[in-house]
């Protein structure tokens, strides 16, 4: 049984705490989370009293069964099928990424990026850049990327080659098949002054 | 006026049947019918409405003899816990010999509302072939159907006033079943497609819409687009009910322009639901109806965050009936409760139910709506935490409820703050809400709870149980406490063959038993069975295990009970045995 004292200013706690682990193995944060939402005391008080040890193996003991027996239990909590079948597929949506190939004029390879990750279009452009060491300068519906030697391009649904920036950013999400950055001289021609 | 007692058995059956015609609940019908043999009969043959709570209680010519008129049907299957996987497949709860009896008797029927029950598109299209002046058609739950099933409803059923499809499993077979509708058929009053998977014929449902000038409520997939929305509601003003599919746009378009005008000319919408994919910068455009609405179902729309809810539910302070996703929070529970004073019922489910690290909602939000909202008189709660504190003061604040369901996503939780079972929380409800007739428990609990139940709970009509009780007697006070009790349902708690035995003949004067992972035996059972001719007691044996040996001693993995007049049913899948 380890004994449980606080040694330095930083209590150093992890490094001290009882946990049903093996030596050297991270308890995962979402454990954690769980616990503490579940047993209102927090981990300093128990850890100092030696006495509470049974206590603390047994907290734990929930805690690390809790998250497992949570996915285990069938029909609980009591949800319809219909119902979870209908958000699960909304939640695996929103959690796998929506991946796109990138190609850039020139460039031995595409690349990839999550568009889920991006909030707008500004963040967008600057993943680009940076991913590709680039400038696109910035977006003006009357002149698109002007003055930049580059400008985003991407197929839509109907496999028309579109401007990056002329639509709402969730109306682009559902509708960009894949990004393709085009040479200055080429995207001229997208500009929507045309 | 003199003897009113003896003078009211004189008068000529016709009056009797025109008094009884202002009947309009089969309890009541019920009630008279026994009074005396000259009732009985006169309302036997006068009834249309009939309510059968299980499809096996009694055989469909039984039904048809005794009532010959019959013109409405409501039919219930599968019992409650197979919502919840937990009955096995090709169970039961088959449709078909029911149409077939009707067909038989030449039944004239005109409404049929089921709900877990299976139904096959040939007894759709059998159904949609014999009865011409069928009207209404509600499935609630139901599967073993496809749009094929549907085409033919559409196609067929002259006088079709009413389909209402809600949260079934359907098969999308793109047959285009809408188009099926004829150009003649103008009676539409109700249409809710919203559970269906497909695509939908965008123009064969803006013409329906367009010749149905009774239509009323719409509810609509996800596959409807907000701009078909926008053509729909512009042909359909008038419109009480409406689920929306899909309600995303880009929000300076002229569709969307166009959506917020037709939207302000239906002002008779007062129940709204749906947004299946949501894009929030869409919703200010439905702000114009919030102020009338009495009904909000966004329980399947995870697509709007919690300060969107928020602002949105500001606007709505007529709201009577409220169904969320956790998501909303304890805060937002808040503004409800400070803007919904009409509230009567709240229904708040679990976005991700197995999700850790996740807040949902906490006995907080309870509290807070229970205080804020008093006619509060119906709930479903999901919740991460409660305690006992907070269900005392619910019940102080809310002595009107009639449904109190209460799911903690840990099934064993204890209190958050004393780590106490919540005994004492669910006796404070159950003594302070005389009038409860549902009740669901959950969370840590002893047999304490189930001694309140049984000496407090006097209208219950129907409880659920999950792994809660350490003996016997927690299941016994139920039994001998509860005089109304109707129907008990019970999963992983230790009540076995005493509190099985205790009362057998209780068990027919409710409508069914339910005990999955309990302690009750084999040999219980049988014995009940025995001794109860006019119960079915059904084991579900999902093993093979159980086949091969005969040890009674062995535990029921899943045992269900129910009283009925006609004896086992024939059509049990070889898992189910009768004893």
Request: charged share 25%.
């Given at each position: 049984?380890?004994?449980i004292?606080?040694?330095?200013?930083?209590?150093?706690?992890?490094?001290?705490?009882l946990?049903?682990?093996l030596?050297?193995?991270?308890?995962?944060e979402?454990?954690s989370?769980?616990?503490?939402k579940?047993?209102?005391r927090?981990?300093p008080?128990?850890?100092e009293?030696s006495a509470?040890?049974?206590?603390?193996?047994?907290?734990?003991g929930?805690c690390e069964?809790?998250?497992a027996?949570k996915a285990?239990?069938?029909?609980?909590?009591?949800?319809?099928?219909?119902?979870?079948?209908?958000?699960?597929?909304?939640?695996?949506?929103?959690?796998?990424?929506?991946?796109?190939?990138?190609?850039?004029?020139?460039?031995?390879?595409?690349?990839?990026?999550?568009?889920k990750?991006?909030k707008?279009y500004?963040?967008l452009l600057?993943?680009?850049?940076y991913?590709?060491?680039l400038?696109i300068?910035?977006?003006s519906?009357r002149e698109?990327y002007r003055?930049?030697?580059?400008a985003?391009?991407y197929?839509?649904k109907?496999?028309?080659?579109m401007?990056v920036?002329d639509?709402?950013?969730?109306?682009?999400m559902?509708?960009?098949?894949?990004l393709?950055?085009?040479?200055?001289?080429?995207?001229r021609?997208l500009?929507?002054g045309? | 006026?003199?003897?009113?007692q003896?003078?009211?058995?004189?008068f000529?059956e016709?009056?009797l049947e025109?008094?009884?015609?202002f009947?309009?609940?089969h309890?009541?019908?019920?009630?008279?019918?026994?009074?005396?043999?000259?009732w009985?009969?006169v309302e036997?043959f006068?009834r249309e409405?009939?309510?059968?709570?299980?499809?096996?209680?009694?055989?469909?010519?039984?039904?048809?003899?005794?009532?010959?008129?019959?013109?409405?049907?409501?039919?219930?299957?599968?019992?409650?816990?197979?919502?919840?996987?937990?009955?096995?497949?090709d169970?039961?709860?088959?449709l078909?010999p029911?149409?077939?009896?009707?067909v038989?008797a030449?039944?004239?029927?005109?409404e049929?509302?089921?709900?877990?029950?299976?139904?096959?598109?040939?007894?759709?299209?059998?159904l949609a072939?014999?009865?011409?002046s069928?009207k209404s058609?509600?499935l609630?739950?139901?599967?073993?159907f496809?749009?094929d099933?549907l085409?033919a409803i559409?196609a067929?059923?002259?006088?079709l006033?009413?389909?209402d499809?809600?949260?079934?499993?359907?098969?999308?077979?793109r047959?285009?079943?809408?188009?099926?509708?004829p150009?003649?058929?103008t009676?539409?009053?109700?249409?809710?497609?919203?559970?269906?998977?497909?695509?939908?014929?965008l123009a064969?449902?803006?013409?329906?819409?367009?010749?149905?000038?009774?239509?009323?409520?719409?509810?609509l997939?996800?596959a409807?687009?907000?701009?078909?929305?926008?053509r729909i509601l512009?042909?359909?003003p008038?419109?009480?009910?409406?689920g929306t599919?899909s309600?995303v746009?880009?929000?300076?378009?002229?569709?969307y322009?166009?959506?917020k005008?037709?939207?302000q000319?239906c002002?008779?919408?007062?129940s709204?639901s749906?947004?299946?994919?949501v894009?929030?910068?869409?919703?200010?455009s439905i702000?114009p109806?919030?102020?009338s609405?009495t009904?909000l179902?966004?329980?399947?729309?995870?697509?709007?965050?919690?300060?969107?809810?928020v602002?949105?539910?500001r606007?709505?302070?007529?709201l009577?009936?409220?169904?969320?996703?956790?998501?909303?929070g304890?805060k937002?529970?808040?503004?409800?409760?400070?803007?919904c004073?009409?509230?009567?019922e709240?229904?708040?489910?679990p976005?991700?139910p197995h999700?850790?690290?996740?807040?949902?909602?906490?006995?907080?939000?309870?509290?807070?709506?229970?205080?804020?909202?008093p006619k509060?008189?119906?709930?479903?709660?999901?919740?991460?935490?409660?305690?006992?504190a907070?269900?005392?003061?619910?019940?102080?604040n809310?002595?009107?409820?009639?449904?109190?369901?209460l799911?903690?996503l840990?099934?064993?939780?204890?209190?958050?703050?004393?780590?106490?079972p919540?005994?004492?929380?669910?006796g404070?409800?159950?003594?302070?809400?005389?009038?409860?007739?549902?009740?669901?428990?959950?969370g840590?609990?002893?047999?304490?709870?189930f001694?309140?139940?049984?000496?407090?709970?006097e209208?219950?009509?129907?409880l659920?149980?999950?792994?809660a009780?350490?003996?016997?007697?927690?299941?016994l006070?139920?039994?001998?406490?509860c005089k109304?009790?109707k129907?008990?349902?019970?999963?992983?708690s230790?009540?076995?063959?005493?509190?099985?035995?205790?009362?057998?003949g209780?068990?027919?004067?409710?409508?069914s038993?339910?005990m999955?992972?309990?302690?009750?035996?084999l040999?219980?059972?049988?014995?009940l069975a025995?001794?109860m001719?006019?119960?079915?007691?059904?084991?579900?044996n999902?093993?093979?295990?159980?086949?091969?040996?005969t040890?009674?001693?062995?535990?029921?993995?899943k045992?269900y009970?129910?009283?009925?007049?006609v004896?086992?049913?024939?059509?049990?899948p070889a898992?189910?045995?009768?004893?």
């Amino acid at each position: 049984m380890e004994s449980i004292v606080a040694h330095e200013n930083d209590l150093n706690l992890k490094a001290t705490e009882l946990r049903l682990g093996l030596p050297g193995t991270d308890e995962s944060e979402k454990e954690s989370a769980s616990c503490t939402k579940n047993n209102k005391r927090s981990l300093p008080e128990c850890a100092e009293e030696s006495a509470k040890n049974d206590d603390l193996d047994a907290q734990h003991g929930d805690c690390e069964a809790a998250p497992a027996a949570k996915a285990q239990i069938v029909g609980w909590p009591p949800v319809r099928s219909y119902r979870k079948n209908s958000l699960q597929q909304k939640k695996a949506e929103a959690e796998t990424g929506f991946y796109v190939k990138v190609s850039m004029d020139g460039a031995p390879y595409l690349r990839k990026i999550d568009l889920k990750v991006y909030k707008g279009y500004p963040e967008l452009l600057k993943a680009l850049e940076y991913m590709f060491k680039l400038t696109i300068g910035e977006y003006s519906e009357r002149e698109g990327y002007r003055g930049s030697e580059y400008a985003p391009a991407y197929e839509d649904k109907d496999g028309d080659l579109m401007l990056v920036g002329d639509v709402p950013w969730e109306m682009f999400m559902s509708s960009c098949k894949k990004l393709r950055i085009m040479k200055g001289s080429e995207a001229r021609g997208l500009g929507c002054g045309v | 006026m003199c003897v009113f007692q003896s003078t009211i058995n004189y008068f000529p059956e016709e009056v009797l049947e025109h008094v009884f015609d202002f009947l309009s609940s089969h309890r009541d019908r019920n009630a008279v019918s026994l009074v005396c043999k000259s009732w009985c009969r006169v309302e036997r043959f006068s009834r249309e409405k009939v309510f059968v709570g299980n499809c096996y209680a009694v055989s469909p010519e039984r039904l048809l003899s005794t009532f010959p008129r019959v013109r409405s049907l409501t039919l219930k299957g599968k019992p409650h816990f197979a919502d919840f996987n937990l009955v096995p497949p090709d169970w039961g709860g088959y449709l078909h010999p029911w149409i077939d009896a009707m067909v038989k008797a030449r039944a004239n029927l005109e409404e049929l509302r089921l709900k877990r029950m299976v139904l096959s598109d040939d007894t759709l299209d059998l159904l949609a072939h014999s009865f011409p002046s069928f009207k209404s058609l509600v499935l609630v739950s139901c599967e073993g159907f496809t749009t094929d099933g549907l085409a033919a409803i559409a196609a067929n059923c002259r006088s079709l006033r009413e389909l209402d499809l809600q949260e079934n499993e359907v098969e999308d077979r793109r047959g285009q079943w809408l188009s099926c509708f004829p150009d003649s058929c103008t009676s539409l009053v109700s249409l809710n497609f919203a559970c269906l998977k497909g695509e939908v014929n965008l123009a064969a449902l803006e013409r329906l819409v367009a010749r149905c000038p009774n239509l009323r409520s719409l509810r609509l997939n996800h596959a409807v687009p907000l701009d078909a929305l926008q053509r729909i509601l512009a042909q359909a003003p008038h419109l009480v009910d409406l689920g929306t599919g899909s309600f995303v746009h880009d929000p300076d378009s002229e569709t969307y322009h166009k959506l917020k005008n037709a939207i302000q000319n239906c002002t008779s919408i007062r129940s709204l639901s749906g947004f299946l994919e949501v894009a929030s910068r869409c919703l200010p455009s439905i702000y114009p109806l919030c102020s009338s609405l009495t009904s909000l179902n966004l329980s399947y729309a995870p697509g709007i965050y919690s300060n969107e809810l928020v602002n949105l539910i500001r606007h709505c302070k007529k709201l009577e009936r409220l169904w969320i996703l956790d998501t909303i929070g304890d805060k937002g529970l808040g503004v409800v409760a400070s803007t919904c004073k009409e509230l009567q019922e709240l229904r708040v489910f679990p976005f991700d139910p197995h999700g850790v690290g996740y807040t949902a909602v906490t006995e907080e939000g309870l509290v807070a709506v229970s205080a804020g909202c008093p006619k509060l008189n119906s709930i479903l709660y999901f919740c991460q935490q409660m305690t006992n504190a907070a269900l005392i003061t619910v019940a102080k604040n809310c002595p009107n409820f009639i449904r109190f369901r209460l799911c903690t996503l840990n099934p064993t939780v204890p209190d958050a703050v004393t780590q106490l079972p919540l005994d004492e929380g669910f006796g404070a409800i159950v003594q302070s809400c005389k009038g409860l007739k549902r009740l669901s428990v959950s969370g840590l609990l002893t047999d304490q709870v189930f001694l309140y139940i049984g000496m407090y709970a006097e209208q219950l009509e129907m409880l659920s149980i999950a792994f809660a009780g350490e003996s016997d007697k927690g299941m016994l006070y139920v039994l001998n406490g509860c005089k109304k009790l109707k129907k008990l349902e019970i999963r992983d708690s230790p009540f076995g063959d005493v509190a099985l035995l205790a009362d057998m003949g209780k068990y027919e004067t409710m409508r069914s038993l339910w005990m999955s992972s309990c302690e009750v035996t084999l040999e219980a059972c049988k014995k009940l069975a025995m001794k109860m001719p006019r119960l079915n007691v059904e084991i579900i044996n999902e093993n093979e295990q159980m086949e091969a040996s005969t040890d009674d001693k062995q535990k029921v993995e899943k045992m269900y009970l129910y009283r009925t007049l006609v004896g086992p049913r024939k059509d049990a899948p070889a898992f189910v045995w009768t004893l």
